[in-house]
C-alpha cells in the first residue's frame, strides 16, 4: 500500500511539473459575457497567459456560491448570444434589450468551457413585409441544442419612435418575441401579394 502511494505521489509530481494538474474543463473560470471579438476563440485553460488581459479570473471559493453567467454565440446574426444567468437563457443581441428563452432549450444546451468556443450553428430568417404605407420587420431563429433537437423563436422588431437622439444611440432597440405561428401566416400572406 505504501509502495501505491509513493508512486501515485511520483506521478502527481510529474504530472505537475508537465502542466496536467488540475483540471482541464475550465468550469472554474469566470468568463466575463462582454468579452471583446479577438479572446471569443481562446480556450484560456490551455493559454492562461490571455487569461488577465480578456478579464478572466479564477473563481474563488467565497465567490462559489454565486451564479455566474455563461455565453455561447450563435452564428447569425453576428454579435448574438446566448446568455445562462440564474438558471434561465437570455438571447442577446447587440444593443437590444435580452429576450428570454423558455422551454426544453434550457436544459439542452451546455455551457461549458469546451462548448464556449463552439459557436451555435443556428439558421436566420428575416423579412421585411410593406402593407400599408408600413414596415413590418420579423425574423425567425432555429436553434439547435447539444441534445440534437432544434427549437424556432420568432421576433418582431417595432419601428422606433422619437428622434434620432433618443433612438438606437441612447436607449437601444427592442426587440419583441411573437408566435411563430403569426410570423409564417404573415411571410405566407406577403408571398401571396407579390
Do not use: W
Amino acid at each position: 500500500m505504501k509502495l501505491k502511494l509513493v508512486l501515485l505521489s511520483s506521478f502527481c509530481a510529474v504530472s505537475l511539473f508537465a502542466g496536467c494538474a488540475g483540471s482541464s474543463s475550465g468550469d472554474e473560470l469566470e468568463v466575463p459575457t462582454n468579452l471583446p471579438p479577438i479572446c471569443r476563440d481562446i480556450d484560456f485553460v490551455a493559454q492562461p497567459d490571455m487569461r488577465e488581459m480578456c478579464g478572466v479570473k479564477r473563481a474563488s471559493h467565497n465567490r462559489a456560491y454565486k451564479n455566474i453567467p455563461q455565453q455561447r454565440y450563435l452564428i447569425k446574426p453576428s454579435e448574438t448570444s446566448i446568455v445562462k444567468v440564474d438558471g434561465k437563457l437570455e438571447l442577446r443581441f447587440q444593443n437590444s434589450l435580452p429576450l428570454y428563452l423558455e422551454g426544453p432549450i434550457v436544459d439542452e444546451l451546455q455551457f461549458n468551457q469546451e462548448k464556449r468556443l463552439e459557436k451555435v450553428k443556428n439558421t436566420y430568417d428575416y423579412h421585411e413585409i410593406y402593407t400599408d404605407g408600413s414596415r413590418i420587420r420579423i425574423f425567425k431563429m432555429n436553434i439547435p441544442t447539444d441534445a440534437g433537437t432544434r427549437y424556432d423563436f420568432c421576433f418582431r422588431i417595432p419601428e422606433m419612435k422619437g428622434r434620432d437622439r433618443t433612438r438606437s444611440k441612447a436607449m437601444g432597440n427592442h426587440i419583441e418575441a411573437m408566435t411563430c405561428q403569426d410570423f409564417d401566416a404573415l411571410v405566407a400572406s406577403s408571398k401571396k401579394k407579390k
